[in-house]
């Protein structure tokens, strides 16, 4: 039988970079079992009080839930914006001037903190939009160029033929949109969610500048409790933001992904 | 259902670039017309208007009478095959066939009849249930074939259907297409820059170029009598050769090329010969001879190749660089003069081109 040799180096950088990826995750998820008042690793006991506690404080069972609407509609949002702009990007991208599309990045290329200051500039306290409002706006621009981006990747593989065909079939363009190239473009789509999403869920830059009073997200929450306590709850409440993301993502790739299956 | 397409006086514009000017063309009940030039000729352009894809400046396009114009593209009613075949990805060989039935509010058991009907047609039924992706070149446009043809189209229109396959299955396809295409009798455009299959499949074959057509007739009638200069090159006129008329006398008329080299022409040939022509000939229609007392073109020979038929030389005339043919018993040698005679029945005498 063969065996095919690995080269020790490579065997070694390969779980170096393993214990690299995973490290954070375990200590976390570690020091949120450990039976002791302050973060420990590795955990000395094992309860799942902290877990509990994270329901007891009022602040967070509240930030939990503002985030995940703010998530669900700021990716809703921007695919809702970013899912045209992607198509009309492509299908017109010999009429269109190529900066134009450079635009949708834009988000991306200003520092995460000047976006947030000028959306308070403007949006919190130039336009006085509610918080939830001005979160929301935040939140739909930030994950915005994703959207466009990764969407437009798998649009740029569509040959826009295939549209046409549809067309000439007696197919209306906008019935066409939905059953022939929507279809074919899913799994950017669900890749253009699950990007944003967890982009908007964990996102702190941002949402630092345009939380106020009564109104505040996950992760922002995360950190005023930092500042006042070093208690496991920390830990816990972070493994729980990690389970709601792939909880999430494993719903969306299942409902989404079955949904367009059943054109 | 089968219907005549008639379109008059097309223009269209990219932005500011025309690209079709004033376009006449008619397309007989049951008749397959190939739109025949090089890229950017505006044969696609045509093809992109009549399915409504794109909108002209000027003009209307008829079906049987009805002004497709300004109707939408999803209800013209036009079969279209596609040079890159444009199949559903996501859909199975039958349900990309049955497609166009949907869309036309078909029951699901009468739709998957008819479609596998269709697939019966095109050899493909075994394969009814496969992806797109699965199959080969050929297959692909098969299926995109009865795709079109299911719908039972009073147009169809192929944009280079087979500029993607191999030469064999080329021309295994065009008789394929052809002979679905008779067998329905429908009305058919076909747009290609192959002149072969153009010429191969075509009742009518317009040869357009810069937006505007040509020449618009059979085939034979195409490669025989080219009616301009442009249309000669095309169909494969090596030598066009300006003359000039010195006298008439009855029918016949003599002209003088470059060089002064003069030659008698007979109108009862070539009909009503202008003052200044073209004299068009291809390498066949030009004999070179070593006959020096021969009435032809003066002509110190080059490079000699073999055709099989014939030998070819490349000849430096006082006309320019000519190509000719000479016979295989009699082998001319490189460097040697020799007489170009034009064979009468194998010329055509054109208007000059406008410089």
């Given at each position: 039988m063969m065996t095919s040799r690995i080269h020790p180096l490579l065997l070694l950088s390969t779980v170096l970079v393993y214990i690299f990826l995973m490290g954070p995750l375990i200590i976390v998820f570690g020091a949120s079992l450990s039976d002791t008042t302050y973060l420990t690793f590795p955990p000395q006991g094992l309860t799942l009080r902290?877990?509990?506690?994270?329901?007891?404080?009022?602040?967070?069972?509240?930030?939990?839930?503002?985030?995940?609407?703010?998530?669900?509609?700021?990716?809703?949002?921007?695919?809702?914006?970013?899912?045209?702009?992607?198509?009309?990007?492509?299908?017109?991208?010999?009429?269109?001037?190529?900066?134009?599309?450079?635009?949708?990045?834009?988000?991306?290329?200003?520092?995460?903190?000047?976006?947030?200051?000028?959306?308070?500039?403007?949006?919190?306290?130039?336009?006085?939009?509610?918080?939830?409002?001005?979160?929301?706006?935040?939140?739909?621009?930030?994950?915005?160029?994703?959207?466009?981006?990764?969407?437009?990747?798998?649009?740029?593989?569509?040959?826009?033929?295939?549209?046409?065909?549809?067309?000439?079939?007696?197919?209306?363009?906008?019935?066409?949109?939905?059953?022939?190239?929507?279809?074919?473009?899913?799994?950017?789509?669900?890749?253009?969610?699950?990007?944003?999403?967890?982009?908007?869920?964990?996102?702190?830059?941002?949402?630092?500048?345009?939380?106020?009073?009564?109104?505040?997200?996950?992760?922002?929450?995360?950190?005023?409790?930092?500042?006042?306590?070093?208690?496991?709850?920390?830990?816990?409440?972070?493994?729980?933001?990690?389970?709601?993301?792939?909880?999430?993502?494993?719903?969306?790739?299942?409902?989404?992904?079955?949904?367009?299956?059943?054109? | 259902m089968t219907l005549p397409l008639t379109i008059e006086n097309l223009t269209a514009h990219y932005g500011p670039t025309k690209v079709l000017e004033d376009l006449s063309l008619s397309v007989g009940a049951g008749e397959l017309v190939s739109l025949l030039g090089a890229s950017g000729c505006g044969k696609t352009t045509t093809l992109r208007l009549v399915a409504g894809f794109l909108e002209p400046t000027a003009g209307t396009i008829l079906l049987g009478g009805k002004d497709l114009t300004k109707l939408p593209a999803y209800k013209r009613d036009i079969g279209l095959v596609f040079q890159n075949y444009a199949l559903f990805p996501h859909l199975s060989v039958l349900e990309n066939v049955a497609f166009g039935l949907k869309q036309r509010g078909i029951s699901p058991a009468e739709r998957q009849k008819r479609a596998l009907a269709m697939l019966e047609r095109v050899g493909l039924s075994p394969l009814a249930d496969r992806l797109p992706g699965a199959l080969s070149g050929g297959q692909k446009q098969r299926v995109a074939l009865a795709r079109a043809l299911v719908i039972e189209p009073p147009l169809l229109m192929f944009d280079e259907p087979l500029s993607n396959l191999d030469a064999k299955l080329r021309i295994d396809m065009r008789v394929e297409i052809r002979q679905l295409q008779r067998a329905n009798g429908t009305t058919s455009v076909y747009v290609t820059h192959d002149q072969e299959e153009a010429f191969s499949i075509s009742d009518r074959v317009a040869i357009m170029n810069a937006g505007r057509i040509m020449q618009f007739d059979t085939p034979e009638v195409l490669y025989q009598r080219p009616a301009n200069a442009f249309v000669a090159r095309f169909v494969g006129f090596e030598n066009l050769i300006p003359m000039h008329v010195l006298a008439r006398q009855g029918e016949q008329v003599i002209a003088e090329a470059a060089g002064g080299v003069k030659l008698h022409f007979n109108q009862d040939r070539f009909g009503q010969i202008p003052d200044d022509f073209v004299l068009a000939a291809r390498a066949d229609g030009l004999a070179a001879t070593a006959n020096l007392a021969a009435e032809g073109l003066p002509a110190m020979l080059g490079l000699r190749t073999y055709l099989g038929r014939a030998y070819q030389y490349q000849c430096e005339t006082a006309a320019g660089l000519l190509v000719a043919n000479g016979s295989l018993s009699d082998p001319l040698r490189s460097g040697d003069g020799a007489r170009l005679v034009p064979l009468p029945e194998q010329c055509c005498i054109l208007a000059p081109e406008h410089s």
């Open positions: 902290w877990f509990e506690n994270i329901f007891k404080i009022g602040a967070f069972r509240r930030t939990i839930v503002t985030s995940l609407e703010l998530a669900f509609l700021a990716t809703g949002l921007a695919l809702f914006i970013g899912i045209p702009a992607a198509y009309a990007l492509n299908r017109y991208r010999v009429q269109l001037p190529t900066w134009l599309s450079t635009v949708f990045v834009l988000p991306i290329l200003v520092p995460e903190i000047v976006f947030g200051f000028s959306l308070l500039k403007s949006v919190a306290v130039g336009a006085s939009a509610p918080i939830f409002v001005a979160l929301l706006i935040g939140h739909t621009l930030l994950v915005l160029p994703y959207c466009v981006r990764v969407i437009s990747a798998s649009l740029a593989s569509f040959d826009f033929s295939i549209e046409e065909a549809a067309v000439s079939l007696g197919s209306p363009p906008i019935k066409t949109f939905f059953t022939v190239v929507l279809p074919n473009v899913r799994s950017g789509v669900i890749a253009a969610f699950i990007l944003a999403f967890i982009t908007s869920i964990n996102d702190v830059s941002t949402s630092l500048f345009l939380t106020g009073p009564g109104i505040s997200t996950l992760p922002i929450q995360i950190l005023a409790h930092v500042e006042q306590f070093f208690d496991p709850t920390i830990a816990s409440v972070s493994v729980l933001l990690m389970l709601l993301t792939v909880a999430v993502m494993a719903i969306i790739e299942r409902t989404l992904g079955l949904t367009f299956l059943a054109k | -």
